[in-house]
């Protein structure tokens, strides 16, 4: 018989539409938020808040990058009640919905004979005339 780890444990959330960040580890935010989002998704839930808290901000930008990211997503913003910029209020598409296609990122385009503002910058600070 095998004993549990004591540093690793599993931690059932119901899937009712509102995911409170407050008890999991930073580094299980980016899976957790993904798979919360398609099991919501799978349950017809397309309503979603994400709780994260105010803080500093670092937890709130790490959710809004995945949510940026995740093709499931039609749209986010701040919540604007109770909770105000501590949580998130997420539209995902229903399961009937096709999910759009996937863009690859565009890149900046470089013109030539054109240098980038930061190179101007230090440029300007380096270089004596």
Known sequence: MTTPDPNTHS????????????????????????EYLYACRTRHITKIRIIHGKGKGVLRETVHAILRREPLVRGFHLANDRGSWGAT????????????????PEAKAHRPGQVPGWYRLLHRIFVRR
């Open 89 to 104: 209020l997420v539209d995902i598409y229903p399961p009937n919905v096709p999910l759009p296609p996937r863009r690859p």
């Open 11 to 34: 931690v059932q959330a119901p899937i009712d539409g509102v995911l409170d960040l407050h008890t999991f580890c930073p580094r299980e935010v980016p899976d957790l938020v993904r």
